[in-house]
């Protein structure tokens, strides 16, 4: 299934094929992780259950674990055919990760510069995978930031590009290194979910958005959709980051497809679409799993304080503030709920190894539900293909780069079909 030629693919097919999976394997994936106080399927998954026991985090945390986890779940291996995609970079010239590729040889050697590695790379791969959408007359890049991507695509193209950003500091900027570049690339400062913003699009051969979050890109989508903006390339992200508190499709196809499955999703269902880090550095994971851990033992203390039953949420808090360690962690959580924190030394060591048992359980549940993160991913994806199509489009839907540049390396490209 995993070579699928593009003129025979049936998002249909495929994404009523994941709509089942999804339904039929709900429990395995559908919970509130931090609410569990055991693995769930101890009675239907007796084996899964006893080998996750005895995994440890570092182990459950590996590249292999899902394919171990696939001995005790046949069907994880259907979930990998039916998540494969053709390759866009692979009928496009291909830029290496080296800036200085032949692609991109004839890119300024100072083009490049204050943009992140990864980051570079991503709009690299993003502007060799627009296909069609190269040949187009001009572009709105759709919640630009500084407009990197559209200033390369401006270079590349000799073409116009329109870059809509909301906030007028990078916008400045942007225009900035537009001068520096020498590029047709012009600013203009407004908010994407407004229903103004449609009126960008007047005009416009090709509409892009690189990682554009949630409701951001769903708005460009429609927008498009109503004028028959000619090209939309658009790599999705963010899925959760939605007004709605329940996923209600966006497709008709969709939503006759949650309403013949009961299928329910939430926002926290959809964060399972984007849990996957692959471009997270050693130490960036290991100040993940001592805020997890830190978190759990302190909500632990929370739990009792209030005499609450579910996980209460803390907001972000700045990873330098972790090394001081669990106890000063637990005074700035309680302030966070207007509590104060009273522990006894003996207490505290106690609320932290109860942390560290529940990381290690949040872990096993984690490792389960992952098997179905790109599942979810695709089924996302595959809703906005469908919605495109029912706008009179010819969709494709393919990988724009590896998972080490950026685990979101889906991408939707259409036409429209005068």
């Keep these: 299934m995993s070579n699928i030629a593009r003129d025979d693919f049936n998002y249909a097919r495929r994404f009523e094929q994941l709509t089942h999976l999804l339904s039929e394997h709900k429990a395995l994936w559908q919970f509130a992780t931090f609410n569990q106080a055991d693995l769930p399927w101890r009675e239907d998954y007796p084996e899964l259950c006893n080998w996750l026991d005895s995994q440890s985090v570092t182990d459950l945390l590996s590249e292999d674990s899902q394919a171990r986890i696939g001995q005790f779940l046949p069907f994880v291996s259907q979930i990998e055919a039916l998540t494969q995609l053709d390759d866009f970079t692979l009928d496009c ?18 083009f490049s510069h204050g943009i992140g590695g990864r980051k570079w790379q991503q709009i690299s791969a993003f502007f060799a995978a627009l296909g069609p959408a190269q040949q187009a007359e001009n572009y709105l890049e759709w919640c630009a930031g500084m407009g990197h991507l559209g200033r390369l695509v401006a270079l590349k193209t000799a073409s116009s590009v329109l870059s809509l950003e909301w906030q007028q500091a990078l916008c400045d900027k942007g225009s900035t290194l537009a001068q520096k570049a020498n590029v047709q690339q012009d600013f203009v400062c407004d908010d994407a979910l407004g229903a103004q913003s449609a009126t960008h699009l007047t005009g416009k051969n090709c509409a892009m958005a690189l990682h554009a979050c949630g409701d951001l890109h769903t708005a460009l989508l429609r927008a498009a959709g109503e004028v028959k903006t000619p090209h939309v390339v658009i790599s999705p992200c963010c899925y959760h ?6 996923y ?10 949650l309403i013949q499955h009961g299928l329910e999703i939430d926002k926290d269902d959809l964060k399972l679409a984007v849990k996957q880090v692959a471009t997270a550095g050693a130490r960036e994971q290991d100040l993940r799993e001592l805020e997890l851990t830190y978190r759990l033992g302190f909500d632990t203390w929370l739990r009792e ?7 209460i949420p803390l907001p972000s808090v700045k990873k330098s503030q972790l090394n001081q360690g669990f106890e000063a962690f637990c005074h700035w959580a309680a302030e966070q709920k207007n509590q104060l924190f009273s522990a006894t030394d003996e207490q505290v060591t106690q609320y932290l190894a109860i942390g560290k048992q529940r990381r290690a359980l949040l ?26 199509q029912e706008q009179g489009y010819q969709v494709e839907v393919g990988i724009f780069c590896s998972a080490q540049l950026t685990p979101r390396n889906y991408m939707l490209r259409a036409v429209f079909e005068k």
């Design 241 to 246: 980051l939605t007004r709605d508190a329940h």
């Design 305 to 311: 304080t209030l005499n609450a039953d579910n996980y």
């Design 248 to 257: 209600l499709g966006l497709s008709q196809f969709c939503q006759a497809n």
């Design 93 to 110: 010239l291909t830029p290496s990760e080296n800036k200085d590729s032949a692609e991109f040889s004839s890119v300024p050697v100072h």
């Design 363 to 388: 872990a096993r549940l984690e490792a389960v539900r992952s098997c179905f993160r790109r599942a979810m991913e695709l089924w996302l994806v595959l809703d906005r293909a469908l919605f495109m």
